[in-house]
């Protein structure tokens, strides 16, 4: 179909057909991008209304809270501490120790890292609220940088050293690691969840962690509360 031939009941239909094949928050992600299109044509005069207009968002609450116990995050950095496959290791341990988005980390540069001061500047256009960070590193996230073997050598701090390329995905060996370590359902981006709920832990505000994880307002870090206390 034309996008101006398109009528509301075929678009709730397809939104609702998404529900077979992929999760609600995609779906939703689908219909927004589809609403953005009539943004866009309506705003260049090529359709006179949106049949996309109205119709609602699931708003599923998906979110998945899977943090590590202490046994499990014993066996888990023993494990990462002696893999075999150190630049993918390093990455993990860096994003445990930092509480980064996976794409931050794995576009960290070298030319971003203040030693002196124990930063990491993550610039705008690589964060996710586009605003300026900077992420103070802990003595775990100093002693990943010692032993990458990156510096000097390439832009990126986390680089196959089979593609001498910057690492853009880190999925398949941290399927493994976890495996290894007999840890189920657990994901990338709850390493995150574990370095916002083990800093509130250890005592810092709920302030601070919105500041250290970056959220966009100390609201998203609230969701971390329950689970320190």
Same mark, same amino acid.
């Given at each position: $179909?034309? /996008? %101006?031939?398109?009528?509301?009941? !075929?678009?709730?239909?397809?939104?609702? &057909?998404?529900?077979?094949?992929?999760?609600?928050?995609?779906?939703?992600?689908? /219909?927004?991008?589809?609403?953005?299109? $009539?943004?866009?044509?309506?705003? !260049?005069?090529?359709?006179? %209304?949106?049949?996309?207009? &109205? =119709?609602?968002?699931?708003?599923?609450?998906?979110?998945?809270?899977?943090? /590590?116990?202490?046994? #499990?995050?014993?066996?888990?950095?023993?494990?990462? !501490?002696?893999?075999?496959?150190?630049?993918?290791?390093?990455?993990?341990?860096?994003?445990?120790?930092?509480?980064?988005?996976?794409?931050?980390?794995?576009?960290? #540069?070298?030319?971003?890292?203040?030693?002196?001061?124990?930063?990491?500047?993550? #610039?705008?256009?690589?964060?996710?609220?586009?605003?300026?960070?900077?992420?103070?590193?802990?003595?775990?996230?100093?002693? =990943?940088?010692?032993?990458?073997?990156?510096?000097?050598?390439?832009?990126?701090?986390? =680089?196959?050293?089979?593609?001498?390329?910057?690492?853009?995905?880190?999925?398949?060996? +941290?399927?493994?690691?976890?495996? %290894?370590?007999?840890?189920?359902? +657990?994901? @990338?981006? %709850?390493?995150?969840?574990?370095?916002?709920? $083990?800093?509130?832990?250890?005592?810092?505000?709920?302030? #601070?962690?919105?500041? /250290?994880?970056?959220?966009?307002?100390?609201? @998203?870090?609230?969701?971390?509360?329950? +689970?320190?206390?």
């Amino acid at each position: $179909y034309r /996008l %101006d031939q398109l009528k509301r009941h !075929q678009i709730e239909t397809w939104h609702s &057909g998404l529900l077979s094949t992929m999760s609600g928050a995609s779906a939703d992600h689908a /219909l927004k991008v589809l609403k953005f299109m $009539y943004t866009k044509i309506l705003e !260049q005069g090529l359709c006179q %209304d949106s049949p996309a207009k &109205g =119709v609602k968002l699931f708003s599923f609450d998906n979110r998945i809270e899977r943090y /590590l116990n202490d046994s #499990e995050l014993q066996t888990l950095m023993k494990i990462l !501490q002696n893999d075999r496959n150190r630049h993918v290791s390093n990455a993990i341990i860096f994003l445990l120790a930092t509480g980064l988005r996976l794409n931050s980390c794995l576009t960290a #540069e070298w030319k971003n890292i203040d030693r002196k001061n124990k930063t990491l500047t993550i #610039e705008a256009i690589r964060s996710k609220n586009r605003r300026r960070l900077v992420i103070p590193l802990n003595s775990l996230a100093m002693s =990943v940088l010692d032993d990458l073997s990156t510096e000097g050598k390439y832009a990126h701090l986390f =680089v196959n050293p089979r593609t001498k390329q910057r690492l853009t995905t880190i999925s398949k060996t +941290f399927k493994r690691i976890m495996a %290894d370590a007999k840890i189920e359902n +657990f994901r @990338v981006h %709850d390493c995150r969840h574990c370095f916002c709920s $083990y800093a509130l832990q250890s005592g810092r505000s709920i302030a #601070e962690v919105s500041q /250290l994880a970056g959220h966009s307002s100390v609201q @998203v870090t609230m969701r971390y509360a329950h +689970f320190a206390k």
